[in-house]
């Protein structure tokens, strides 16, 4: 089964810093997708962004930003310039044709 | 623009009650999706629906679980009967078919769940 490994279960941030979200997956096939999901208090789950694994270059969203290395196995999340409305829980996903696995999540924090 | 609509917001039962939980999709969007969470196992994908057909319900955990979708506006979840480890948040998300990809990867947009309690 394939496996979304969050190590960080929660993180920080000061304000307008940057912060990097990890996230490792274990599978053997090639063609897949990923993501990352925003989940905040409201406890609605927001896409932030997402990368097919047979593109190369790194997904962008304004402030988002991932680091994918599909050799490693890794797709961490950066976030640019960190506002106060970033504070949430952050899940990486991944998902082929028919399965859709999340990680456990990491708390971001943001401090003022 | 209304998003997911799910209800009710909130429920509490009793164990060995039938549960039925309600998702109204984007309107346009013809792929819903049943997810749960919870604090031992995460988010997970119970089942999903591409026009209104059932296409793979291989997450459902037991034979007590059931979703129907009976047009393109509706689809419920029913637990019957419930017990206590069906306490959890469950989610419905829609989306709309992209050409090119699989059926999963096409954007989702969540509802804001229905926090179950069985006691």
């Known amino acids: 089964a394939q496996t979304v490994t969050q190590s960080q279960p929660e993180m920080s941030v000061q304000e307008a810093e940057t912060v990097t979200l990890s996230c490792t997956y274990d599978?053997?096939?090639?063609?897949?997708?990923l993501f990352w999901y925003k989940q905040p208090p409201s406890r609605q789950m927001i896409l932030v962004i997402r990368?097919?694994?047979?593109?190369?270059q790194n997904a962008t969203e304004n402030r988002f930003s991932v680091n994918f290395q599909k050799a490693a196995k890794s797709f961490s999340l950066k976030i640019s310039d960190s506002q106060l409305g970033d504070a949430a829980m952050y899940f990486c996903?991944?998902?082929?044709?028919?399965?859709?696995?999340f990680g456990s999540g990491t708390k971001l924090n943001v401090k003022p | 623009d209304a998003g997911v609509i799910q209800s009710p917001r909130h429920e509490v039962t009793e164990m060995g009650q039938e549960v039925t939980l309600r998702c109204k999709p984007i309107?346009?969007?013809?792929?819903l999706f049943w997810y749960r969470q919870t604090m031992m196992r995460g988010l997970e994908l119970l089942i999903y629906?591409?026009?209104?057909?059932?296409?793979?319900d291989s997450g459902m955990p037991e034979d007590r679980f059931s979703a129907k979708m009976p047009n393109a506006s509706f689809s419920t979840l029913k637990i019957q009967p419930s017990e206590p480890r069906d306490s959890a948040v469950y989610f419905c998300?829609?989306?709309?078919?992209?050409?090119?990809?699989?059926?999963?990867?096409?954007?989702?947009?969540f509802g804001p769940g229905t926090r179950l309690t069985v006691l």
């Open positions: 629906f591409n026009n209104n057909v059932p296409i793979d």
């Open positions: 309107s346009g969007h013809n792929s």
């Open positions: 599978t053997s096939e090639s063609d897949y997708y």
């Open positions: 990368q097919e694994a047979y593109k190369q």
């Open positions: 996903a991944w998902c082929n044709f028919n399965k859709f696995y």
């Open positions: 998300a829609s989306s709309s078919r992209v050409a090119g990809g699989p059926l999963l990867t096409d954007t989702q947009y």
